[in-house]
């Protein structure tokens, strides 16, 4: 197991500002960092406002959570993109965070779409909860495993971006994600294929360090060496306050550290995949079960969106095939009472 690191002696990885416009935010060297060394930390691209907006919804719905009972990642379903909370979903599909996806990802916001939006309370615990698959302090892994279904692309095309907005103040909560930034093609720990973690292969599913590491010493040694020399010791920790924003990647290795006892750190975990990652899957239950809902939140959420949030969406963008004078019409029959406006949609087919 990867020796306690005192947090006086950690190495941060301080944010930098977003300064650029609501469609391009991201600097030249943030956009390198992120390609380059699979990470990068923001602050400014999101309204501080919706966060801690957010944060106060979740927080009021979970107060009867006990906090000293094992802790699953994210809200369980219940805080999932499309969610009673306008601020969420008005976060989730913020233009300047999709802007900075785009960029990262070299393409149109068009081109983009979400698969993950969940809403996260990670509660510190008093004493440490003995069990493989608790999250209060997670094993180094990558990602991609529960997202795609192949595995990520060589890492100069990257298909997706992956988000964590941060509600709280580190220096309160502790629970600082650490990120391991790779150094360039040879980098020990960036070698491919990205295997050697649990869940993966092999090894078995184990969430919690001690439990993975420890499996690992037996099963696979020498993997568990190279966990050990190239990963833990070489993690770097994400310093946040409300509102930081951490950019990452499916194939950036990472993990959850503990949040101080008492104290809970709100997270909202975000992914954007290219469009035509068809084998990147929706994490949670997905719009269609939303539509299903007697609020028509999620009908409600169409109508008012603007024509590339709706892409994001995957409501096919204007111009596309499936739109004829009928479909326009249809649509426009289904969402009018709900508010929409589809000039754009009738232009781009003439
Ligand atoms: O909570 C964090 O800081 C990271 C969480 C994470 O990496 C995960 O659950 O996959
Ligand atoms: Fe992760």
Same mark, same amino acid.
């Given at each position: 197991?990867?020796?306690?690191i005192?947090s006086? @002696?950690r190495?941060?990885?301080q /944010?930098?500002?977003?300064?650029?416009?609501?469609?391009?935010p991201?600097?030249?060297?943030?956009?390198?960092?992120?390609?380059?060394?699979g /990470?990068?930390?923001?602050?400014?691209?999101?309204?501080?406002? $919706? %966060?801690?907006?957010?944060?106060?919804?979740?927080?009021a719905?979970t107060?009867?959570?006990?906090d000293?009972?094992?802790g699953?990642?994210g809200?369980?379903?219940?805080?999932?993109?499309?969610a @009673?909370?306008? &601020?969420f979903?008005q976060l989730?599909?913020?233009?300047r965070?999709l802007?900075?996806?785009?960029?990262l990802?070299?393409?149109?916001?068009?081109?983009?779409?979400?698969?993950?939006?969940?809403?996260?309370?990670?509660?510190?615990r008093?004493?440490?909860?003995?069990?493989?698959y608790?999250?209060?302090?997670?094993r180094?892994?990558?990602?991609?495993?529960?997202?795609?279904?192949?595995?990520?692309? &060589?890492?100069?095309?990257?298909?997706?971006?992956?988000?964590i907005?941060?509600?709280?103040?580190v220096?309160?909560?502790d629970?600082?994600?650490?990120?391991v930034?790779?150094?360039?093609?040879?980098?020990?720990?960036?070698?491919?294929?990205?295997?050697d973690t649990p869940?993966?292969? &092999?090894?078995?599913w184990?969430?919690?360090?001690?439990y993975a590491?420890?499996?690992?010493r037996?099963?696979?040694?020498?993997v568990?060496?190279w966990?050990?020399?190239?990963?833990?010791?070489? &993690?770097q920790?994400?310093?946040?306050?409300?509102?930081?924003?951490l $950019?990452?990647?499916h194939?950036?290795?990472?993990?959850?550290?503990?949040?101080?006892a008492?104290?809970?750190?709100v997270?909202?975990n975000l992914?954007?995949?290219?469009?035509?990652s068809e084998?990147i899957?929706?994490?949670?239950?997905?719009?269609a079960?939303?539509?299903?809902?007697?609020?028509?939140?999620?009908?409600r959420?169409?109508?008012?969106?603007t024509?590339?949030?709706?892409?994001v969406?995957?409501?096919?963008?204007? #111009?596309?095939?499936y739109?004829?004078?009928?479909?326009?019409a249809? %649509?426009?029959?289904r969402? #009018?009472p709900? #508010?929409?406006?589809?000039?754009?949609?009738?232009?781009?087919?003439?």
């Open positions: 197991m990867a020796p306690d005192a006086d @002696e190495r941060w990885i /944010a930098t500002t977003v300064d650029g416009s609501d469609s391009a991201l600097s030249y060297q943030q956009i390198a960092a992120w390609r380059e060394n /990470a990068v930390v923001v602050d400014q691209l999101v309204p501080t406002a $919706l %966060v801690s907006q957010s944060r106060a919804a979740i927080i719905a107060r009867d959570v006990d000293q009972q094992p699953d990642f809200s369980g379903g219940s805080f999932v993109f499309p @009673e909370c306008n &601020e979903n989730t599909l913020h233009p965070l802007g900075a996806v785009a960029q990802l070299g393409t149109a916001v068009r081109e983009i779409r979400l698969t993950q939006s969940d809403l996260w309370v990670k509660r510190g008093s004493t440490a909860f003995d069990d493989p608790d999250n209060d302090d997670q180094i892994h990558v990602d991609y495993p529960n997202h795609s279904l192949t595995h990520p692309p &060589e890492w100069n095309s990257p298909e997706a971006v992956e988000v907005i941060y509600a709280d103040d220096s309160h909560c629970g600082a994600t650490s990120v930034l790779r150094t360039g093609d040879d980098d020990p720990a960036y070698q491919w294929p990205i295997v869940g993966v292969g &092999e090894h078995p184990i969430n919690s360090r001690g590491e420890s499996v690992l037996d099963s696979a040694p020498t568990a060496q966990r050990a020399e190239h990963l833990y010791a070489r &993690e920790h994400v310093h946040f306050q409300p509102g930081t924003v $950019l990452y990647r194939d950036t290795w990472h993990r959850g550290t503990p949040v101080r008492g104290a809970h750190r997270a909202h992914t954007f995949r290219k469009a035509a084998w899957s929706t994490l949670h239950e997905g719009w079960w939303a539509m299903y809902r007697r609020r028509q939140t999620m009908e959420l169409i109508a008012g969106a024509v590339d949030q709706r892409c969406l995957g409501f096919p963008k204007p #111009g596309h095939p739109w004829t004078v009928r479909t326009i249809a %649509v426009q029959a969402y #009018g709900l #508010g929409i406006e589809m000039s754009e949609y009738s232009s781009a087919m003439d």
